[in-house]
T-cell receptor
Framework: RKEVEQDPGPFNVPEGATVAFNCTYS??????FFWYRQDCRKEPKLLMS???SGNEDGRFTAQLNRASQYISLLIRDSKLSDSATYLC??????????FGKGTTLSVSS | NAGVTQTPKFQVLKTGQSMTLQCAQD?????MYWYRQDPGMGLRLIYY???????DKGEVPNGYNVSRLNKREFSLRLESAAPSQTSVYFC???????????????FGPGTRLTVL
């Protein structure tokens, strides 16, 4: 089993749609969780951290379920500018971040 | 602040040639990292430096060496390039390693390397 698994997509949605991405991780000792965004041929950038109680940043909501080892990202009212690859990232004990392969989102008008 | 800078942006090598990828950060971060990103493979950690003076292997260290020259700079060297090392290389830095509150990593723009 891969350490961090994501549905690669692509997810093709119209503007205004709500879309959800899921991610599972294999190591129950994982301590912190993030969503990064990567635009085509650019570097990854932090979108948001994921907290145990769930957290929201504008149109973006992240959830964590430690019992099921599952992380989600919900994007409401999708914009064209949301088109990107979304990387699920897990921090295990020590220094390494473990990146999922990413889920590609394409928002069309 | 420039953040994390990498040079060169693009490079083409022949098999067996050597080169060094340079990375520098101006955020006074303690930890620095080198990743490679290949289609369908995601980001994979090559080496990291938790603090100045220390380096450790990541997931895919074979064929690479690193030097943490000072707090700002972390270089990646390919001694004898192979076609399997064709990839996009990203350098990243974070304030501290291993503590979730400070573990946001900031990435450089990447180096696109082709080995023929």
């Amino acid at each position: 089993r891969k350490e961090v698994e994501q549905d690669p997509g692509p997810f093709n949605v119209p503007e205004g749609a709500t879309v959800a991405f899921n991610c599972t991780y294999s190591n129950s000792a994982s301590q912190s969780f993030f969503w990064y965004r990567q635009d085509c041929r650019k570097e990854p950038k932090l979108l948001m951290s994921v907290y145990s109680s769930g957290n929201e940043d504008g149109r973006f909501t992240a959830q964590l379920n430690r019992a099921s080892q599952y992380i989600s990202l919900l994007i409401r009212d999708s914009k064209l500018s949301d088109s990107a690859t979304y990387l699920c990232v897990v921090n295990q004990a020590g220094t390494a971040l473990i990146f999922g392969k990413g889920t590609t989102l394409s928002v069309s008008s | 602040n420039a953040g994390v800078t990498q040079t060169p942006k693009f490079q083409v090598l022949k098999t067996g040639q050597s080169m060094t990828l340079q990375c520098a950060q101006d955020m006074n971060h303690n930890s620095m990292y080198w990743y490679r990103q290949d289609p369908g493979m995601g980001l994979r950690l090559i080496y990291y430096s938790a603090s100045e003076g220390t380096t450790d292997k990541g997931e895919v260290p074979n064929g690479y060496n690193v030097s943490r020259l000072n707090k700002r700079e972390f270089s990646l060297r390919l001694e004898s390039a192979a076609p399997s090392q064709t990839s996009v290389y990203f350098c990243a830095s974070s304030r501290l390693a291993g503590r979730s509150s400070y573990n946001e990593q900031f990435f450089g723009p990447g180096t696109r390397l082709t080995v023929l």
